[in-house]
Every structure is written in C-alpha cells, then in structure tokens.
C-alpha cells in the first residue's frame, strides 16, 4: 500500500469512521429491546386479568367445571406468554450478537498478522463503497460488490429492504430492512422524511442522519486529495509534470480535487523526475545548465560516453556540466 | 483498540444477561404450567362435576393464583431491568466513537453536485476495472448510465486476464504479452520475460527425473538472456544435476519454494501498468486511505482551534493547517519550501539557485537585496542578483 497507517493511526481512524458501523446494531437491539417489552407487559396484563376474573369466581363458591374452564383460559395465556416472551428474546439476542460480530470484525485491524490488517483495509474501502453506492441509489452494484468483496451474509435481508427508485432526493433510501442482516456492511438508516418501512415512528429520528458525515466516501477524497497533490504540478496546462502514480495527476480526481485546499508542507521534499527516488545527502540533486534538476544517481544511470540527455527538453550536455544544488 | 473493548464489554454484559433471564423465563414459566396442568388434572379428575369447591381446594387455588401473578409480574421487571445494561452499549459507542464529521468537511466548495457526483463515479469505475471486479463495473454503468468506451476498458480486461491466468498458474498469456511488448519492457530494464521463462522451468524440473528432457531444450529460451542474467542460468543448469536425487533434498531447493508465484504476480502487474502509464494502486484507493489518515488529525486540529477560539487558522480555502503524514511511497512530486520564508514555491515565485549552489526563492532573494548587491544567507557569498538561476525540479 502506497499509504501508510500505523496501528495508532488506524485506531485514529477508527473511531472517526466507525460511528455507523455501531451504532446502526445497536439502534435495531434497542428497538427489538422495546418491542420485547411490550410484548411481555402485554401477555403479562392478559394472564393477570384471567386470573383476577379467576380470582373472583373463588370467591364466590363456584362449581369445579367454571374452574376447570377457567384454569383452561389461564394455561392459554400462560403459553401465549411463554412463546411470546421466547421469541422477542430470541429476536433481542440476535441484535446483541450482531452488534457483537461487528465489533469483532472491527478488532481485526489491529491484529499480529500484515496480511490480516491491509485485507481489513481493503474491506474497509469496500465497506464505505457500498455504502456510498447505496446511497447513490446504485442497488445492484452494491449487492455484486458486497457479495464479491465477502462482506455479505444474507442476501434474503438486503432484498426486503428495497430501494425506492433513484429519483427521489438523496437522503431517505428505504433501508429500514437492511441493517438487520448483514455482519459487515455499516448501513446508516433512513433519514427523515423518507418512506419506512416502520410502524415504530420513534425510530426514524432515532436512526443516524443521513449526515454527509456519511457519505465518507466523499468526504475522503476532500481531505486526501490535497495533501497528495500541489497546484502547480498537478494542473499545469500541458501536463508536463504528471506522474502516472499521483492520485491528484489522474484524470477523474483531477477535477474531482480542484477546488480543494492544498496540502500544507513546511519542508522539501525533493523527488527525481527520472526514477521517482527521493533526492537527499545520498542522492544528491544535481543542476543541469538548462536548470532542470534531477539525481545524481538517475545522471549516472542515463549518462552515456560521458553525456546525458535531459528527459524534459532533450538538450545534450556533458557531464561535469551538472552543478550540485544545496537544499536546506 | 480500546474504543472497541469498551463497547464490547458491554454488548458482552447485554448478551449474558439475555441469556439468564431467557432461560430462566422459560424455565419458570415451564414450571408454572405443569404446576397449573397438575391442579387442572387434580380437579378434573376428581369427578366433582357440578359440586361447589372444597375450602382446601380453594384455598389451593388461590395461592396458585397468587403464584401466577408474582412470577409473572417479576418476569415482566426484570426485563425492564435489563434495558440499563442495553442503553450501557448505546452511551459506550457514543463516548467512544465520534458521530460527526462534517465540520471539517465544507460543502460549498463544489459548486454543482450533481458533476461532482458523476466525476465521483467515473473514478470508483476505474478503481473496479483496475481491481478486476468487472461484473460489478458492468452493472454500475448500466445502472448509472455511464458510458464508458472500450478503449478505456481493454487494458484493465487484458492486464485481469493475464493475471488470472497466472494466479492459476499459466503462464501462457504472460508470456505472450511479455513477447509483444519485449521492446518496452527492455527499455524499462524489466526482467519479466526471464522470469517467466525461468519459472517455467522450475516447474518442469519439479516434474521430476522424466521432464529432463524437456527441461533442457526449454533451457534454449534462456539464450537471449545470457548477458543480462547469467548468473541466475548458472544455477538452474545447476540443478539439474540434483533431477534424479530430488530437488527438494538438494541445495537448489530454494528454487522450488512458492512465493515465486506470488513475486511474479507483482512484478507482472508492476510492469504492465508502467507500461499503460498506470499507477498499480488505484487512485481512489491512494486517496481513500490518505483521506483515513488525514481526517482524524484534522478533526483533532479543529477541536484545538474552536477550544482555543482561533477560528480565523484555518480558512477550508488555501491551504490545510497541519502536515500530514503519508510516507515517503506518497512523494510524488517535488516540493520545495523555501527555508527563509518557508513558503512553498509556484509558478510565479521560483526556486533560484545561487552561485554558491544555495537555493531560496525568488521573492526571498528579492527581500535580501541589499544596495544592488546580494548576500547569501548560509553561506556569507556576494554575489549579483541577476547571477541567480531559475531551477526546476
């Protein structure tokens, strides 16, 4: 990888990016939590009223068969309850091991192996992918790139959540099904006045909003694209300095990052135009008496019977021509 | 790291105490139902039929009643307990993860979304060519109506063929392309032609004693190669006199050791897409991973700067406040900074070389014009201003 994240910097990272990854779980354990709850005061208030009418008919002498019918009412509810009561529970605790799986996967990125931190890396870049083209309203490309990157568990949730066609505005996909299912993808929920699936109205406000914030995808290039790249070598009008590697240099992020601040550099960092190496004590850079500069080693790599062609203009000079430069 | 333990515990605690309360509710409504099933039988089968109750049976009644009601009432408070332990998760992600990232991101600066959105797009596609998830490429342009021409694809396509086949072990098309751009991958001062040549010969050696033959006249394809790697030809030819012995046993054992598959894949992609005048990392992901590097640091500074009420710092318009750090792979392009004005140099305010080999910028080395004549800062030289040599890196 062209960039490099230390362990700290990854946690940095982490705890800036992963807000949704979270906290989307946790909203469904929540609401599951409150659904469960009602469920069980709801049988609870059923069972206790067969037994209070219970209650009452003992207190009045009955004869053995209204108990015995009534007991059948009270065994009714009582199993009611118990399914009831299991389920919702069954239902919290899937919510619970799903917030924990996602915490599990999100450990990964600091584990021993090199391998295991950059295919995390790499999930993460396809994690935000997917989030961005669903937010694009891009729905099968999401499912192709989740299920090609393995960041998917189960289609059958990602189809119950379908999306609303492209045309309605950005926020408000309908996405209240999706989080549910899936181990990996940090889904944010629908944002305000967008159609859902919910009877529970709470829930919309409760889930994130569809901040920009969110859509981290965009947010990256902001801040990346200028500390890759410098007004003048990037734009200038005949290309001449590209490099095929600059990120900035390349065609789409190029416009993509005009408009951006640029990268702050107190100190130089001086790169030959020949062989991409840094020019430093052990490299000298070397002047040509064109005023191009390049290192002292390329120099010696392109000198041919005691000459060299400058790359850029083609001028040919000797040698000993080349003048050192001293950078502070 | 410790963010996610934080959270963890708790979703830990939450788990365990789903767990209790689901096996005790279970187990205690269980028991309430055979007790209640073993009074209904009792009663049922005593063939009181239209006889009033008895007192002690009554009495029997009641209580279980009152049984009934308790342990329902408590199954129903204690899970309301749990809901602490359930909002414990909630508060510990927010302590621990930051919900909002907008504020160092200004959105004005793009003056038509919907460009910008599209401009979006075309550079995940590269990024899916370049990573060789075609069918998801494919699907995005028709769901986005890009149009994306051929020439722009045929390189990725060709570039994800030949390196399928290699990670199966073809070496078929690689050798192919490595023929027909020979003369380029030479001027590059690439050895990939060699190498696959050379892997495919330890591939017939490892066949065995019976692939000498064949290895040997292979070995002819080394010919061309004999200046530029001749030393590596001498330990092949080597081996072969340890074929019948077994290579694995011999000191040439090395040769059959994998990773010169994985080290072909790289220097396969490597030169290909210098040769296509590609970077091998695409670059929405080079800009992705700085952006994860950059936007923590950022967000820090501008915690600092509305704590120290600064505002005025940082603009979102020239320049970021803070230096970040990518690495050295991340120097693309030179950067000069004048060291008196510590300025970084433009267009219109040049790196100029003194005559004593000292570089400052020009609107430094106009600042310390002294009387039509200059003196150098670092080292005391005088010299003309005019002598000064505008320098590009």
Redesign the interface.
């Known amino acids: 990888?062209?960039?490099?994240?230390s362990?700290a910097?990854?946690?940095?990272?982490?705890?800036?990016?992963?807000?949704p990854t979270?906290?989307v779980p946790?909203e469904t354990?929540?609401k599951r939590?409150r659904a469960?709850?009602k469920n069980?005061?709801r049988e609870?208030s059923h069972?206790?009223m067969v037994?209070a009418e219970?209650?009452k008919t003992?207190s009045s002498?009955?004869?053995?068969?209204s108990?015995?019918s009534l007991?059948?009412g009270?065994?009714e509810k009582?199993?009611v309850?118990?399914r009831k009561?299991?389920e919702s529970?069954?239902a919290?605790?899937e919510s619970?091991?799903l917030?924990?799986r996602r915490?599990?996967h999100?450990?990964e990125h600091?584990s021993d192996q090199p391998a295991a931190a950059s295919v995390w890396?790499r999930k993460?870049?396809d994690r935000?992918?997917v989030e961005?083209?669903l937010r694009?309203?891009?729905?099968?490309?999401a499912v192709?790139?989740a299920r090609?990157s393995g960041i998917e568990t189960r289609e059958k949730a990602l189809q119950s959540g379908r999306r609303k066609p492209a045309g309605r505005g950005p926020p408000g996909h309908g996405h209240a099904g999706i989080p549910a299912g899936h181990a990996h993808l940090p889904l944010q929920g629908p944002a305000g006045p967008g159609p859902v699936a919910d009877a529970d109205p709470a829930v919309p406000v409760r889930q994130?909003p569809a901040?920009?914030?969110g859509e981290?995808?965009?947010?990256?290039?902001?801040?990346?694209?200028?500390?890759?790249?410098?007004?003048?070598?990037?734009y200038k009008e005949d290309g001449s300095?590209r490099?095929?590697?600059?990120?900035?240099?390349?065609?789409?992020?190029n416009?993509?990052a005009q408009?951006?601040?640029?990268?702050?550099?107190?100190?130089?960092?001086?790169?030959c135009?020949i062989s991409g190496d840094?020019?430093n004590e052990n490299n000298p850079?070397m002047?040509l008496p064109n005023?191009?500069?390049y290192g002292y080693n390329s120099l010696l790599s392109i000198r041919q019977d005691d000459k060299v062609v400058c790359p850029?203009t083609k001028e040919v000079f000797h040698f000993s021509q080349a003048?050192?430069?001293?950078?502070? | 790291m410790e963010q996610c333990a934080s959270v963890e515990r708790e979703v830990d605690k939450v788990l365990q105490k789903f767990l209790t309360y689901g096996q005790h509710c279970e187990q205690s409504l269980e028991e309430l139902l055979h007790y209640v099933g073993q009074l209904r039988a009792e009663l049922a089968s005593a063939a009181l039929q239209g006889t009033p109750l008895s007192a002690t049976l009554s009495l029997v009644m009641s209580q279980c009643c009152r049984k009934i009601k308790d342990t329902v009432q408590k199954l129903a408070s204690d899970h309301k307990d749990i809901h602490s332990s359930v909002s414990r998760v909630g508060k510990a992600i927010d302590r621990n993860f930051d919900s909002e990232i907008c504020g160092v991101v200004s959105d004005t600066v793009w003056d038509s979304r919907e460009k910008q959105q599209q401009i979006l797009q075309m550079a995940i596609l590269e990024h899916l060519y370049q990573q060789g998830m075609l069918s998801v490429a494919e699907e995005l342009c028709q769901e986005s109506t890009l149009n994306v021409d051929l020439d722009f694809k045929q390189p990725f396509l060709e570039l994800n063929r030949i390196l399928e086949a290699l990670h199966e072990q073809d070496l078929g098309p690689a050798l192919e392309w490595a023929v027909s751009h020979r003369q380029r991958l030479l001027e590059l001062n690439s050895s990939l032609e060699f190498k696959l040549h050379r892997l495919h010969f330890i591939r017939l050696l490892a066949g065995g004693p019976e692939k000498q033959l064949e290895a040997l006249s292979y070995a002819r394809h080394f010919q061309p190669f004999a200046r530029l790697h001749q030393r590596e030809i001498q330990v092949m030819m080597g081996s072969l006199v340890y074929l019948r012995l077994g290579l694995e046993k011999s000191p040439y054992c090395h040769l059959l050791d994998n990773s010169h598959w994985a080290e072909i894949c790289e220097t396969f992609t490597r030169d290909a897409c210098s040769l296509l005048g590609l970077s091998v990392e695409s670059p929405l992901s080079v800009s992705f991973a700085s952006g994860c590097v950059a936007l923590p640091v950022l967000m820090n500074i501008k915690a600092v700067i509305e704590q120290r009420q600064c505002t005025g710092v940082w603009s979102h318009k020239d320049e970021l406040p803070i230096e970040i750090e990518l690495g050295m792979k991340c120097w693309y392009h030179s950067v000069f900074a004048c060291p008196i004005l510590r300025q970084q140099t433009s267009d219109s305010n040049p790196p100029i070389k003194l005559i004593c080999g000292h570089v400052i910028s020009r609107d430094a080395l106009n600042k310390l014009i002294n009387g039509g004549k200059l003196k150098c800062p670092y080292c005391p030289m005088e010299q003309n201003p005019a002598d000064g040599k505008r320098i590009i890196f």
């Open positions: 990888m062209a960039v490099q994240e362990a910097q990854l946690s940095m990272t982490l705890k800036v990016q992963e807000y979270l906290k946790y354990l929540n939590f469960a709850q069980i005061d609870t069972v206790t037994v219970l209650e003992l002498c009955p004869a053995v068969d108990v015995v007991l059948d009270v065994v009582l199993s309850l118990k009561a299991v529970i069954q919290e605790g619970a091991r917030c924990k915490i599990e999100l450990k600091s890396k993460r870049m935000m992918m961005h083209l694009c309203g891009y729905y099968n490309t192709k790139l090609q994130l901040a920009p914030a981290q995808l965009r947010v990256h290039p902001h801040p990346a694209g200028r500390p890759l790249g410098h007004k003048d070598t990037c300095s490099s095929p590697d600059c990120p900035v240099c390349s065609r789409s992020l416009k993509l408009p951006l601040p640029m990268a702050h550099c107190a100190n130089s960092r001086l790169v135009k840094v020019m850079p002047m005023g191009y500069v850029r003048e050192k430069v001293y950078i502070m």
